[in-house]
């Protein structure tokens, strides 16, 4: 299974990104459904640190700083998931990655700046 992020860029504060990440490779579609996703950044002050989870059936978990902002989602059909994030701080600069299972997807660089 692979996984890619994408949808990362430059953008002022208090704008919006919405990451996409696919999964792709044998078997994806029920290693899809059956698996929850995470998402995870690095930053340039923290370790890598946990952003957000959505399950299939969707449920979902922020971090706090990710609570209010940031919302995780599914498209199950697509075998995609989606990371919505607005009102964006300088803060969340950083590269983003999509997780399932022990599979991490190659990170999109967010930078939030002015």
């Known amino acids: 299974v692979q996984l890619q992020a994408s949808g990362g860029g430059l953008v002022q504060p208090g704008g919006s990104l919405r990451l996409s990440c696919t999964a792709t490779g044998t078997a994806s579609g029920s290693f899809f459904s059956n698996s929850g996703m995470d998402w995870y950044r690095q930053t340039p002050r923290r370790q890598r640190e946990f952003v957000a989870f959505a399950t299939s059936s969707g449920t979902t978990d922020y971090a706090e700083f990710a609570k209010g902002r940031f919302t995780a989602s599914r498209d199950n059909a697509k075998n995609m998931g989606y990371l919505q994030m607005n009102n964006l701080k300088p803060e969340d600069t950083g590269v983003y990655y999509c997780?399932?299972?022990?599979?991490w997807g190659q990170g999109a660089q967010v930078t939030v700046s002015s």
């Open positions: 997780t399932m299972r022990q599979y």
